[in-house]
């Protein structure tokens, strides 16, 4: 089973993704290994508009320490992701 997005909401997700694992200062190999999947298999999660296995999302999730909504908001800036990250520190 996969999420089911339209096109532009995929690519959010994949980009919220992305957003939060860089500001967790986390490389791609970690969470790849973590997920004990190829670097480049992950990459291609935040990078292509390809639907993501939920169960994958929550373990990612698990892995950066934040609660899985937050790769869906819409509206995910730096200074939120700042403010999420401060709160659940």
């Known amino acids: 089973m996969y999420l089911s ?3 532009d909401d995929k690519l959010n997700l994949q980009n919220n993704v992305k957003k939060i694992r860089q500001a967790k200062g986390v490389k791609q190999k970690s969470v790849a290994e973590f997920l004990n999947i190829s670097q480049m298999r992950y990459s291609r999660i935040e990078n292509t508009n ?3 296995d939920p169960i994958m999302l929550e373990k990612i999730a698990k892995f950066l320490d934040v609660d899985v909504s937050i790769f869906f908001d819409d509206k995910l800036t730096e200074s939120v ?4 990250l401060l709160s659940t520190s």
């Open 50 to 52: 390809k639907s993501i």
């Open 81 to 84: 992701i700042s403010k999420y």
């Open 5 to 7: 997005t339209k096109g």
